[in-house]
């Protein structure tokens, strides 16, 4: 079945690079989502990348997308204390008239300062 | 208002009460959803409209009922639920089709 994985925790200090990782199943993703949640918030919507690309870049965040290992990560460049939330992976799935949305649990960034 | 909008934030009610979350989107989209988020499990998909018909209904227990009476909005009637439903509801949009949600502030409901 679909299935979304995450490591719980990553502590890092204020300054150095974060990499959260993940691991999905659905071979027939076509869109892989990173979304960061902030204490009594909801989920905003960080960056995406297309499964027939490698890699993306958008100023301090770095998706990289391994679709042979079903491996996606997030790499954090100069980790500010802002920074500090909860991230989610999620991976698109062909539901039919809407695509759904299957989510990790998420990690838990904390940044040191 | 721009974005996804949800209300009330914060709702406490007893087993026995009636409420009803609002979220409204400001976005064009035309495909609205509901999550719940409790503590330590994955995001739950709840209910799925797609132009207004409900397409997805993820065996919610029918205390929870929703409502979509136009593209831009979205209502979910709670009754007689139970304090294992205490937990942060989510809205979200889309457009049909495409992937990309965007999510509201989210309702913490507690059920006491």
């Known amino acids: 079945g679909e299935d979304v994985e995450q490591s719980l925790f990553l502590s890092v200090r204020e300054g150095d690079s974060s990499v959260i990782n993940c691991t999905y199943t659905d071979s027939s993703s076509t869109y892989l989502y990173w979304y960061k949640q902030e204490p009594g918030a909801g989920l905003q919507l960080l960056t995406y990348i297309f499964s027939n690309m490698d890699m993306k870049q958008d100023q301090r965040l770095t998706v990289l997308l391994n679709k042979k290992d079903k491996h996606l990560s997030l790499r954090i460049a100069d980790t500010q204390t802002g920074d500090s939330a909860i991230y989610f992976c999620?991976?698109?799935?062909?539901?039919?008239?809407?695509?759904?949305?299957?989510f990790g649990t998420g990690t838990l960034l904390a940044v040191q300062p | 208002e721009t974005g996804v909008t949800q209300t009330p934030r914060h709702l406490v009610m007893g087993m026995t009460n009636k409420k009803s979350l609002k979220c409204e989107q400001h976005?064009?989209?035309?495909?609205m959803y509901w999550y719940k988020q409790s503590a330590k499990k994955p995001l739950e998909l709840m209910f799925v409209?797609?132009?207004?018909?409900?397409?997805e209904n993820n065996s919610v227990p029918s205390r929870f009922s929703p409502e979509c009476p136009n593209s831009s909005h979205l209502f979910l009637h709670l009754h007689t639920l139970q304090p294992e439903d205490s937990a942060l509801y989510l809205c979200a949009s889309s457009l049909e089709g495409v992937g990309t949600q965007y999510f509201g502030p989210g309702t913490r409901l507690t059920v006491l």
């Open positions: 999620a991976e698109s799935t062909n539901g039919g008239a809407t695509n759904k949305l299957i």
């Open positions: 976005l064009g989209h035309n495909a």
């Open positions: 409209y797609s132009l207004e018909e409900r397409v």
